[in-house]
């Protein structure tokens, strides 16, 4: 997948919107929530500067919360 929205297009085709959403309410979601600079990643995207926000992004999957959220999503995608 090229991009998140590309990612969310692909799950919802498949019908897995609910458990997307179910992976992002989780309690590592709202942790992994918790560690991101919200401010900084939304004038990141306004701005258009996807390498600010591949880097954001690449730190929050290093984490363990990170981690187990892709794997989730990688096991919604199989």
Do not use: V
């Amino acid at each position: 997948m090229q991009n998140f929205e590309e990612l969310g297009r692909e799950l919802e085709r498949r019908g897995k919107t609910r458990e997307l959403r179910a992976l992002a309410e989780s309690e590592d979601g709202a942790r992994l929530a918790k560690m991101l600079d919200t401010d900084r990643l939304e004038q990141a995207a306004k701005a258009g500067d996807g390498e600010a926000l591949r880097r954001m992004l690449g730190a929050a999957l290093k984490t363990e919360e990170g981690r187990r959220l892709a794997e989730g999503i990688r096991n919604l995608m199989k």
